[in-house]
């Protein structure tokens, strides 16, 4: 993965309503970002994940920041979010601010 995909179940994507490739904006209680969508056999329907590797993309931003106890080191991500779609102007403009 080369860029910051969310990826999402393809019996998901009709219901957001998005395409393989669409912008989307993911949100959390704690913050949103915008993003493609890569809608993939891999995701578990109601499920989703985002690669933690890209700023422009900071999924990050919709976590939290708790540790697992015995490591000491940043828990599992996991967040409930909403995806809707997103404009191709928003996405160039998050990558842009990067």
């Known amino acids: 993965m080369s860029k910051p995909l969310v990826e999402i ?11 393989d490739g669409d912008p989307v904006r993911v949100t959390s209680r704690r913050g949103a970002i915008i993003l493609r969508a890569r809608v993939t ?13 890209f700023a422009e993309a900071a999924a990050n ?9 015995p490591a000491k080191i940043p828990e599992y991500s996991v967040s409930a979010v909403r995806i809707e779609r ?3 102007s928003e ?4 990558l842009a601010m990067t």
Request: net charge negative.
């Open 61 to 69: 931003m919709l976590t939290s920041d708790a540790l697992d106890a």
């Open 41 to 53: 056999e891999t995701a578990s329907p109601g499920g989703v994940f985002i690669s933690l590797h």
């Open 86 to 88: 997103a404009t191709e």
């Open 91 to 94: 996405l160039e403009k998050t």
């Open 9 to 19: 179940s393809p019996l998901d994507a009709p219901h957001i309503p998005c395409e």
